[in-house]
């Protein structure tokens, strides 16, 4: 049974239509990416699956369990998670707390527990606490704990982002473009970083990508979207040489 | 029927009124951002205006004492006038200083309430308890259309909403100054670099607003010609709702939910006691906000993930 | 030790205060105004949860406070006193002081109830849309309020000096001081062990970024119920204190000239910030009291030295012209309030060795 299964996905906003018919499949322990170019309805398929829109139609599957129509917070505590395209970390509380944040969906305390501090309330913030610095210790973060992440280098920012999406256990993380904006060292940086938590982790990770350095070197398995279409899937060596690829990327006159 | 019919009238005066105010709220919301609430106060001052000007004027004794048309015509203007240098007086003083330090808007608009305030009070303070009264300027005269019966009043009131709201729609739509207007609020930063001046662009705005809602508080005066320091405040709020209604930030929204606010105020105090207005008119516009959360005429809110 | 430092200076604080009440040391008009202090403390920290930790702008909250009002003093009035409009007292009249928090908790709940008003439509609507729907509850619920003639409708509401009576009947202590010490303690304690937990930073992640908290697995919608119930419960708490301490309530006493000075109150103290809008409250509330003795005073040296006309007098009006002129400049040389949104402890570190706020 595959992970995640996406079947006849359509997207329509009034009279644009961002996704035609899009279907995908992604396996368990799986590396796969997403590419195409600008407007191609990439961060849609990523904004449906994580449940920020409704699709117009069509099903997802995560997990054996049909997740359309959950909001985004009942799909994250089915164990998926995500990263931005454009950071979107909570500034103005600390690098530690934000980790912890990423915990809520699991929170077995309520109202009283938080005012009376009861047992249970100590207890999950204890288990909270620990998790949060375990997480920063794996992803070398912690000298920056109490740090704002305002106040980090982007390259950072993105790290404390990728480690917030992995405080919640996923098992499917979504990268929206984790290399946008970084130079080419970071790059490189990025690259073994993700490798490691794909095998440290054990999770499966699905990404959107412009740099073709980064999919080539880390995914497996490609598909290529344009126009809200899939216009070729294939092993990055097969998507490198398909003439739809290049059509869509260069234009017709590259042929 | 009649008497529906005869509501309506009145509504469509008091939602002259609304419109007039609100169409104020709406244009320094559509460029600023900002909600302005010493509005209802600057409508409030217009009529103060209003008074003064139009007294002088009369004055058998003064040195004008003009007749009662000239005086109107010449009331019009001066009263407009006056009111705008009122508006950009705050924007100089209090709002731009402010913006200008980068304060969190909301400051501006805690600011914005402690002018009308200083408005309200001040003039309290300053010219004692006693009610002023607008002396008559224009000669009242009843049609009947229809078995129903309007005053001259209030058709120059009805007509005026429509003759501001057409004025400001093509200023706003046509003119380059318009333009401007629409072009600072969706990007702020990007019109200085485009060699417009926002300040100025800021400045015409608030000249805009407030010179109608002076006209605004002429002609409420000229209906109802006991002035008090607090009949902005209520009105203002209420005209607020009603450009937030209509969808602020569009010139439509602002008439649109003026007359709404109005008609509904005026058939629930017709067909029900008159202490039940403000629960229903604020009920129903409450409801009006649920299903359509940014107003008749606004866009919904998109955020771009 | 340093743990409770801050605890053991508010009980010693507050022991003190009530001490010297009891001694007859304070005189009626000082002892009111204190007592107002912490209503007005209570009000604007309560607001403080959604304008400023939220950051929605909610500019109603005397509506919630009028709720509380109301229900607290139909509440006490039903619990123990005979009245016209509930018969007998349901409890006897020694209960009074031991059963009041029920009134108070009454009270809050009742508030609580009416935060679902503005709770619900704030799901779709955020900022200048969510102020309208916070100013028309204002009015409806002042509106209600008034179109209820069992409990006075427009003229008001009184029998709660009765109450109070019977709780000095049975120990002659002043009650309402306590009771309000009592009550800004909860309201603090509620906010801040709220905001230091997980559960209660989801409110700061709404506020922050919207999207990355609703996918983050923070339940957005719940997060603003809760933190809407809880800031108009609190304010609910504000004013059955308020009702009791006055005895007498009216639903226009809490329009929006009163959700304005909340507003002032959050934004002058620094939005998000505890200890900065407790200042804020109590500048403002001495502010106000410290102008009814400056007017008179500024009015005689003014015409002692002749630069006021003669037949002008300087009355009490322009209290209200120099109070928002005040917070006007404030705001000019503070765009941030007192503290912005850091508290007292960062200001000055040396204080965190007795009180963390985090």
């Known amino acids: 049974m595959p992970l995640l299964e996406i079947t006849g996905l359509t997207q329509r906003f009034g009279g644009l239509q961002a996704l035609s018919n899009f279907s995908c499949c992604l396996e368990e322990r799986e590396l796969a990416g997403l590419i195409g170019p600008n407007g191609a309805g990439k961060t849609t398929v990523f904004n449906i699956v994580s449940g920020f829109y409704k699709p117009t139609e069509g099903s997802i599957v995560f997990n054996g369990k049909r997740i359309n129509g959950l909001k985004p917070h009942q799909v994250t505590a089915m164990g998926m998670a995500r990263t931005f395209q454009n950071i979107r970390l909570w500034n103005t509380m600390t690098v530690l707390d934000n980790i912890r944040l990423a915990r809520y969906a699991w929170l077995n305390y309520g109202f009283l527990s938080a005012v009376l501090r009861t047992g249970r309330y100590r207890r999950a913030e204890k288990a909270i606490e620990t998790k949060a610095r375990e997480v920063l210790e794996i992803m070398e973060l912690t000298e920056y704990a109490e740090e704002f992440p305002k106040n980090l280098p982007y390259g950072l920012q993105r790290r404390v982002e990728m480690a917030r999406a992995l405080a919640g256990n996923p098992r499917l993380l979504l990268l929206d473009e984790p290399a946008a904006g970084l130079n080419s060292a970071d790059v490189e940086g990025l690259i073994r970083h993700i490798r490691w938590i794909y095998d440290e982790f054990k999770i499966s990770i699905w990404m959107i990508e412009h740099q073709m350095k980064v999919v080539m070197s880390l995914c497996r398995r490609l598909a290529v979207i344009d126009f809200g279409c899939t216009i070729a899937e294939g092993t990055p060596e097969e998507i490198r040489r398909d003439p739809d690829v290049i059509r869509a990327y260069l234009g017709d006159g590259a042929l | 029927m009649e008497l529906v019919l005869q509501q309506c009238v009145n509504a469509l005066q008091w939602g002259s009124f609304y419109a007039l105010i609100a169409l104020g709220y709406t244009l320094v919301y559509g460029v600023l951002r900002l909600i302005n609430f010493a509005h209802g106060d600057i409508f409030m001052v217009g009529a103060y205006l209003a008074f003064f000007i139009s007294t002088a004027l009369l004055a058998p004794d003064g040195m004008f004492a003009f007749p009662r048309e000239l005086v109107l015509a010449l009331t019009i203007p001066l009263t407009m006038i006056f009111t705008s240098l009122v508006g950009v007086t705050l924007e100089r003083v209090a709002y731009r200083p402010l913006m200008r330090k980068g304060a969190h808007r909301l400051y501006v608009v805690i600011t914005a309430l402690m002018c009308g305030l200083i408005l309200e009070n001040g003039n309290l303070a300053l010219l004692g308890a006693s009610r002023k009264t607008l002396p008559v300027l224009l000669d009242k005269s009843v049609y009947d259309l229809w078995g129903i019966a309007v005053t001259n009043l209030k058709l120059w009131v009805i007509l005026a909403a429509v003759l501001v709201f057409l004025a400001l729609h093509f200023i706003v739509v046509k003119t380059r100054i318009g333009m401007a207007m629409r072009a600072v609020s969706w990007d702020k930063f990007a019109l200085p670099l485009m060699g417009i001046p926002l300040d100025s662009v800021i400045v015409f705005t608030f000249i805009l607003g407030s010179g109608v809602a002076g006209l605004g508080g002429l002609l409420f005066a000229m209906s109802y010609p006991v002035l008090e320091p607090y009949m902005g405040a209520m009105t203002g709020w209420k005209a607020f709702i009603a450009a937030v209604v209509g969808g602020i930030g569009d010139i439509r929204g602002a008439f649109a939910g003026g007359f709404l606010l109005a008609f509904v105020e005026v058939m629930v105090a017709a067909f029900l006691p008159s202490t039940f207005r403000d629960l229903f008119a604020f009920s129903i516009l409450l409801l009006i906000l649920w299903q359509r959360p940014t107003g008749i005429f606004g866009k919904p809110l998109t955020s771009k993930i | ?358």
């Open chain 3, 1 to 358: 030790m340093q743990r409770y430092a801050i605890n053991i200076f508010f009980l010693v604080a507050a022991v003190t205060l009530v001490g010297l009440a009891q001694a007859g040391m304070l005189d009626k008009y000082v002892l009111t105004v204190i007592t107002f202090m912490g209503i007005n403390c209570i009000f604007a920290v309560s607001l403080n949860l959604v304008n400023g930790y939220m950051g929605e702008f909610s500019c109603g909250h005397g509506g919630f406070m009028c709720v509380g009002a109301y229900a607290g003093s139909l509440l006490s009035v039903a619990f123990f006193t005979n009245s016209k409009l509930f018969g007998a007292a349901l409890f006897a009249p020694e209960l009074a002081p031991f059963l009041f928090p029920l009134v108070l908790i009454g009270a809050g709940l009742a508030a609580a109830l009416f935060g679902l008003i503005v709770a619900l439509p704030s799901f779709h609507t955020r900022d200048d849309y969510l102020a309208i729907i916070t100013i028309a509850a204002n009015y409806i619920i002042i509106s209600i309020v008034e179109n209820i003639d069992a409990i006075g409708g427009p003229r008001g509401f009184s029998g709660m000096k009765k109450v109070v009576g019977l709780m000095t009947d049975v120990a002659n202590v002043p009650w309402m001081l306590i009771w309000t010490i009592i009550g800004l303690f909860a309201c603090v304690m509620i906010i801040y062990r709220l905001m230091t937990s997980t559960y209660g930073k989801g409110i700061s992640a709404v506020c922050q970024n919207e999207v990355a908290a609703e996918i983050m697995g923070i339940n957005t919608n719940r997060v603003k119920i809760m933190a809407f119930m809880v800031s108009s419960g609190l304010a609910g708490l504000s004013g059955a204190l308020y009702a009791h301490v006055y005895g007498y309530v009216n639903a226009q006493a809490f329009n929006i000239l009163k959700s304005t000075e909340g507003l002032v109150m959050v934004y002058l103290g620094g939005m998000g910030s505890i200890s900065g809008v407790l200042l804020a409250a109590v500048a403002f509330t001495l502010l106000i009291e410290v102008l009814r003795f400056v007017i008179p005073w500024l009015n005689d040296v003014l015409h002692a030295t002749g630069l006021l006309a003669v037949n002008y007098e300087l009355g009490q009006v322009w209290k209200w012209v120099i109070i928002p002129l005040v917070l006007i400049l404030l705001m000019q040389f503070r765009p941030e309030g007192f503290l912005g949104n850091r508290e007292l402890t960062h200001v000055f570190p040396r204080l965190r060795r007795w009180i963390t706020f985090r």
